[in-house]
């Protein structure tokens, strides 16, 4: 039988290219997405309140290469707060827990993971190549990496120039 998963979005201002949710069945994890335009409206979300990883993405204007940032926070709102004055970025996309499981350990060792990632693939210029990163006992490194591979499937649903 084949792998299978309902992917339910939601618009939240009625635009695929505006703010966005996402999440997967039987998933605990949920994403955010929108233009750095919206940027009020996205941190004004209860879910910029927890702790997860992020991904700021724009254009290198001196390369015109696609390039990102990729964080993690304890607290999604206040650490995008800090990043504005980045100019590159126009796209914001995080990802949380649902049920507030995400540690400070797990979000550093997923940033690692996906810092790690972004450069063996090479699409992006990244702006951060150094992770804090974290090691995890087995049980919970294994729980991540599969959040890690979920998560990696909501790519083909976030368009890094809305």
């Known amino acids: 039988m084949k792998d299978t998963a309902t992917v339910k979005l939601f618009l939240a201002e009625g635009s695929p290219t505006s703010v966005r949710t996402a999440e997967l ?14 940027i009020e409206d996205i941190l004004k979300r209860d879910e910029a309140n927890n702790p997860g990883v992020y991904f700021l993405t724009g254009v290198n204007p001196e390369t015109g290469r696609d390039k990102v940032y ?3 926070a304890e607290v999604i709102r206040k650490r995008i707060k800090g990043h504005m004055e980045k100019d590159f970025w126009k796209t914001i996309v995080f990802f949380v827990s649902k049920d507030e499981n995400l540690t400070k350990a797990h979000i550093k060792y997923l940033e690692g993971k996906l810092i790690e990632t972004a450069k063996s693939v090479g699409r992006f210029e990244l702006e951060n190549s150094q992770s804090s990163g974290s ?7 294994a729980d991540m990496d599969s959040s890690f591979l979920e998560w990696n499937s909501f790519s083909l649903f976030w368009d890094r120039n809305s």
Do not use: F, M
Request: charged residues 20%.
């Open 25 to 38: 069945s039987n998933w605990t994890g949920k994403a955010v997405a929108g233009p750095r335009s919206n």
């Open 70 to 72: 990729i964080g993690e």
């Open 135 to 141: 090691h995890l006992p087995e049980s919970d490194a």
